[in-house]
């Protein structure tokens, strides 16, 4: 048995370990977890029963206060790991896990989906082993310093890992109503820009003629995920009976499967919608992911680029779940992050 340390970075990051704590204990580890106040981070995480060591917090926008909130973080993990006896660290990109654990000279697996984030030069180099989906280009390893031997490929998406074998709970519906969401009501989720993260140095401005076409339409529910609090203000003057910023996290795979159109500015949403077969469409505005591109060639993601795209969108009940199923992925994740402990 080794002692196996997760952190949680990020919102994402809860239902990927959600799924792969249980297959992590079964084949006989333990399991210990840290997390950063970020986003709905810890919220999710207590709610997953996960029970997380909180350490830490945002950087803000600034890039000299997110190296500084990196470094900072990264010697509160080192020492909260000290003396631990952790075998493996596992993270989704957790840079401040990663430099803790190099410092501590402990094993790190990282795995990561998107090539165009910046903080992969520091990631991938300081790793023991990093996990990619199959579409990850090879040109992207290479210049973030990961080389041949220390990288491992998975086919699927991320997503696969904790949807494939999802089942809608039919108590949500009772959630929604007391959002004021009825079940003929065409549902509409959308999830704001990460303007804070370091990919997103650009302005959206798609995005905002997103609301204003999406709050002309009465037949249409909206709810805005935002971000964070400051989004939560920003766009609080919107707030009707509908457009619904919710005040706590719900649950993001049963609300995914009960609405009829995901929008997004970020990946990981759509591509939990892709996963789930509901329609999806990305507004986001920066460079594309590969495995994105790969969702667009299956017909299960579209891109919002003009104004014309933005007229185009499927504003209408959508016709069921069309499950992507892909039930492998989760244990091929698995093998390749145990693979190193052994």
């Known amino acids: 048995m080794a002692r196996i340390w997760i ?114 030069h520091l990631a991938f180099r300081l790793a023991t082993r990093v996990i990619v989906p199959r579409a990850f280009p090879a040109a992207a390893l290479r210049r973030f310093g990961a080389s041949a031997r220390k990288v491992r490929r998975y086919d699927g998406t991320k997503e696969d890992v904790y949807l494939a074998d999802f089942a809608p709970d039919p108590n949500f519906t009772a959630q929604l109503r007391t959002l004021g969401i009825d079940a003929d009501d065409v549902l509409v989720v959308v999830r704001p820009p990460a303007r804070e993260a370091l990919y997103h140095r650009f302005e959206n401005a798609l995005f905002d003629e997103l609301l204003e076409r999406l709050q002309t339409r009465r037949d249409v529910k909206v709810i805005m995920l935002a971000r964070n ?57 920066g460079r594309w992911a590969a495995v994105d591109e790969e969702l667009v060639r299956e017909g299960r993601l579209r891109r919002i680029s003009t104004r014309a795209d933005l007229v185009d969108l499927p504003l209408r009940k959508k016709t069921g779940l069309n499950l992507r199923r892909a039930t492998q992925v989760r244990a091929e994740v698995l093998d390749l992050i145990l693979a190193l402990e052994a």
């Open 7 to 120: 952190d949680l970075a990020n919102s994402p990051h809860v239902p990927l370990f959600r799924a792969l704590v249980p297959e992590l204990r079964a084949h006989g580890h333990e399991v210990v977890l840290t997390a950063r106040e970020f986003a709905q981070t810890v919220e999710l995480a207590e709610s997953a029963g996960l029970k997380p060591h909180v350490l830490g917090g945002h950087g803000g926008r600034k890039l000299s206060g997110k190296a500084g909130n990196l470094f900072g973080r990264a010697w509160a993990l080192r020492r909260w790991a000290r003396g631990r006896e952790v075998a493996l660290a596992v993270s989704h990109n957790s840079y401040a896990q990663i430099v803790a654990a190099r410092a501590l000279g402990i094993q790190s697996v990282t795995l990561m989906d998107y090539e165009h984030q910046p903080a992969n």
């Open 229 to 285: 609090q400051a989004q939560r203000e920003l766009y609080a003057a919107r707030e009707s009976v509908n457009f619904i910023l919710p005040r706590a996290a719900l649950d993001g795979a049963n609300l995914i499967a009960a609405s009829d159109l995901i929008i997004s500015a970020g990946g990981t949403m759509n591509r939990e919608a892709a996963a789930l077969g509901v329609p999806a469409a990305t507004i986001y505005a």
